[in-house]
């Protein structure tokens, strides 16, 4: 049995696997690549309304006040799920909380953009987003990745994702990206 370990600077992602079989109703085969959206730059108006949108606010230098009272400067990496442009907004620990801040991982928005404005579609703390290559209603399935041998999974209702069934860990296909990585 193959199985998944997810990276985390200590902890190391290797899923391997084949998806998990699901009914038709479940889920749609997923007909778009689930691979990272090339490396689009969040401009800086991008990065002001998505910290507005998670009501944080960003210093001179771009760093924004974790829940541990460090100074750290967040990532916006785009996570294409199939509904537009996504951004998923990552908050590090610093020198005083280190990951402990939000779990064992960072915490993590995965953010649409609607209209003007941005807003949270997704949120997890502790580990990775990974994913999915099924999808609903447009959208790839999420996992939460983190220690374990099974994982939470989530899946778009059309307007947020809410929760769905567990994965396994061999289940989680190789090619299921897990971000950040």
Known sequence: ???????????????????????????????TNAAPAPAIAASAADKTAILQAVHLSADAHGQVMNECGDRVAPQYIAADVGLGQTILFVMI?????????????PGLWLMKHDGAAWRAIYTTRGGSMIILPTTHNGAHDLAFGGPGMSHTTSRWNGSAYAAGPDIADDAIPASAPALPN
């Open 1 to 31: 049995m193959r199985t998944a370990v997810i990276s985390m600077f200590a902890i190391a992602l290797a899923a391997c696997g084949q998806a998990a079989s699901t009914s038709p109703a479940q889920a749609q085969p997923s007909t």
């Open 93 to 105: 620990g610093g020198p005083n909380g280190g990951y402990s801040c939000y779990g064992d991982g």
